[in-house]
């Protein structure tokens, strides 16, 4: 069986948030909203076209819509099977997702410049990114922040807040740490901040089915749906469509959707 750990190799200043604040400066800029707190719970379609989207009681009209969360739900469940083919309901409930992942994020009093920035172990299969030598901002001089992560099966933990959750997520740090102090000695007893994510927490914070951090698998057999969907003027722009999952695969899809709204006009 063969196994590859994902690791990300791009780093935003800052940290990651920095990269959605960009984009909100940008969308404002252009005399756009952000409303956060904003879960649409049904995109409303009418004669196979799209008129916006419901948020509680409150309905926001467009003749244009983007989606940017997993095809999946999308579908089946702001859309709704009954506004869509049988055909395509069963080609996206076919789809497989991508496997989810167990991260550990420390922050330690220990330097750590002098270690490669990526420590990937493809025998125990684990990886260690050591984020503040990347980006020294990301923790004071003297100290270092760090995420230990490995694949992990979405099924293999209980429901979030109960006992068994919370022993299970326990056992996963403390394994992935044993593992990190063979190649950091002394890890364990540097630590000032501890925090982990299991794929149940992937699940709450993305709304992505089975905590997938790619959306659907990254295999050359599945075929990813079009950005341009069976509903007239809603967009696909996410890892859910071309080329798929990764920041800068999604940045694609976003730009190819973009264009395409626009009529693809080139710049002279």
């Not at 999308?74 to 080609?91: A, M």
């Not at 659907?216 to 967009?235: A, C, G, M, N």
Request: with cysteine; charged share 25%.
């Amino acid at each position: 069986m063969c196994f590859l750990l994902f690791v990300w190799r791009i780093f935003y200043k800052g940290g990651a948030l920095n990269f959605a604040k960009s984009l909100r400066k940008v969308i404002e800029k252009h005399g756009g909203k952000v409303l956060l707190k904003h879960k649409v719970d049904e995109i409303l379609v009418e004669n196979g076209e799209v008129r916006g989207v419901r948020v509680g009681e409150k309905v926001f009209k467009s003749r244009i819509i983007v989606a940017n969360i997993n095809a999946k739900t999308t579908f089946l469940e702001l859309v709704g099977e009954d506004k869509l083919s049988r055909e395509f309901i069963e080609y996206i409930k076919s789809l497989k997702m991508s496997p989810s992942c167990f991260m550990v994020f420390l922050g330690v009093d220990m330097d750590l410049s002098t270690y490669p920035t990526i420590i990937q172990n493809l025998d125990e299969k684990y990886g260690i990114i050591i984020n503040s030598n990347a980006d020294p901002t990301l923790a004071p001089e003297g100290k270092a922040s760090l995420t230990i992560l490995t694949l992990a099966n979405y099924r293999d933990f209980p429901n979030k807040g109960t006992k068994e959750y919370l022993e299970k997520k326990k056992a996963f740090v403390n394994k992935l740490i044993k593992k990190a102090e063979r190649i950091i000695p002394g890890l364990s007893k540097h630590i000032i901040v501890i925090d982990a994510a299991t794929p149940k927490t992937f699940e709450e914070y993305t709304f992505m089915p089975e905590g997938a951090i790619y959306a659907f698998d990254q295999s050359i057999d599945t075929k990813r749906p079009y950005f341009k969907t069976p509903i007239k003027d809603l967009y696909l722009a996410s890892a859910s469509t071309f080329p798929g999952g990764g920041i800068e695969a999604v940045v694609i899809s976003g730009i190819i959707c973009a264009n395409d709204i626009c009529g693809w006009k080139i710049p002279k």
